[in-house]
């Protein structure tokens, strides 16, 4: 097996994540410092480590969802000690958070100590479905988002972005939108392009995984058919 798939799959983190702590010199196989992510090793019998200390191989993961409420940070940790996703999980689940939800976004967010899986559900080339049930402050402005974002629109810093928006009532202060990307604060973006603000933000599928009848801030594993799915759909790219 490939060092850096052995520490992804260990759960240090992304493919990328690995890759770069190689090229850093913090990883050593059997007490030698490495420098290629790429190297063949053995995981019965070679010993892996990353800062010192011996990483594991794990073989069983854990892929759980959360219905995250509004008022916590998607992060592992907070310099400032706000509340993160993480307190809403047990500490004994070593599970890291796919993606990121804005600390006042409420929805599904999975979590989960595969690394691999991790890394290709937020890589750009899996264009992983988001829905969103989007709630505006007052009808956009300018444009319409159901015929202008798919053909695409450039949102202030240049980038563009193209999806989906369905209005839900009349007044139009009411949308489902589906995204293929992850950018930073993207649905909040869109809507300023639009001359309007959201007022809430509710993401109701990632990947195919609804938040179903979850309540806020409650949490559970996936079945066995949500893990296959999602597998499916990162080995066909
Ligand atoms: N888009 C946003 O603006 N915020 C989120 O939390 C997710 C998508």
């Not at 307190?87 to 690394?115: F, K």
């Not at 980038?159 to 909040?188: M, S, W």
Request: net charge positive; aromatic share 8%; charged share 30%.
């Amino acid at each position: 097996m490939r060092l850096n798939k052995f520490l992804a799959h260990s759960g240090v983190g992304s493919r990328r994540a690995c890759d770069e702590l190689v090229f850093q010199g913090r990883v050593m196989v059997n007490r030698v410092v490495v420098h290629e992510p790429g190297i063949a090793i053995n995981p019965e019998e070679d010993r892996v480590f990353v800062d010192g200390k011996r990483v594991i191989l794990k073989t069983r993961y854990t892929y759980i969802k959360l219905n995250k409420p509004a008022g916590y940070i998607t992060s592992r940790k907070d310099p400032h000690n706000k509340q993160t996703v993480m307190n809403l999980i047990p500490n004994v689940l070593d599970v890291r958070p796919v993606g990121r939800l804005d600390s006042d976004t409420t929805g599904v967010l999975l979590l989960t100590d595969d690394g691999d899986l991790l890394f290709k559900l937020t890589h750009p080339r899996y264009g992983i479905e988001k829905k969103y049930d989007v709630y505006l402050k007052y009808p956009p402005q300018q444009g319409d988002p159901e015929k202008d974002l798919p053909k695409g629109i450039v949102l202030e810093n240049g980038d563009r972005v193209t999806g989906e928006a369905y209005p839900q009532n009349n007044k139009k202060t009411h949308y489902t939108v589906i995204l293929r990307e992850g950018k930073k604060r993207e649905v909040k973006r869109i809507f300023s392009y639009f001359e309007t603000r959201v007022a809430q933000l509710h993401r109701f599928e990632f990947a195919g995984i609804l938040v179903d009848e979850l309540p806020p801030g409650k949490w559970k594993k996936l079945t066995p058919q949500e893990i296959t799915h999602l597998k499916t759909l990162t080995t066909q790219k």
